[in-house]
């Protein structure tokens, strides 16, 4: 069964190279550009992985992987952080308490975005 992926960032060229990237490795991409379209999108349907930006106005990528956690509904699903920010050895420690699995940075490369990819979704 295809895996879909949703890939939140407040950047539409980020957001169609990741979905162009996964695409071709057989994953279904959806995209959101904030927290509050991720929530909706994920509330009318299920999704195998959601990659987060940390940074986006109106909803951070911290708060929305908080608002994923406490819903009864979406606390399940996978999330891992896709961003140019760089946290320390704590910092990434602390966010894996959230329930992140993996922190990816951009730029990324190709193979290894796909890679950490199938990863998360094997665990």
Same mark, same amino acid.
């Given at each position: 069964? =295809?895996?879909?992926?949703?890939?939140?960032?407040?950047?539409?060229?980020?957001?169609?190279?990741?979905?162009?990237?996964? /695409?071709?490795? %057989?994953?279904?991409?959806? =995209?959101?550009?904030? %927290?509050? /379209?991720?929530?909706?999108?994920?509330?009318?349907?299920?999704?195998?992985?959601?990659?987060?930006?940390?940074?986006?106005?109106?909803?951070?990528?911290?708060?929305?992987?908080?608002?994923?956690?406490?819903?009864?509904?979406?606390?399940? =699903?996978?999330?891992?952080?896709?961003?140019?920010?760089?946290?320390?050895?704590?910092?990434? /420690?602390?966010?894996?308490?959230? %329930?992140?699995?993996?922190?990816?940075?951009?730029?990324?490369?190709?193979?290894?975005?796909?890679?950490?990819?199938?990863?998360?979704?094997?665990?």
């Amino acid at each position: 069964m =295809t895996k879909k992926i949703l890939a939140v960032d407040d950047e539409e060229d980020i957001r169609m190279v990741v979905k162009d990237v996964l /695409e071709s490795s %057989g994953f279904k991409v959806d =995209t959101a550009k904030g %927290g509050q /379209e991720a929530l909706k999108k994920m509330k009318k349907e299920k999704f195998d992985l959601v990659l987060i930006d940390f940074f986006m106005p109106e909803m951070s990528g911290r708060e929305l992987l908080e608002a994923i956690k406490k819903d009864s509904q979406l606390k399940k =699903t996978k999330c891992a952080f896709l961003t140019v920010a760089s946290f320390p050895e704590r910092g990434i /420690e602390k966010l894996k308490k959230l %329930g992140i699995l993996d922190y990816i940075k951009k730029p990324f490369d190709n193979e290894d975005l796909i890679n950490r990819v199938k990863k998360m979704l094997d665990q």
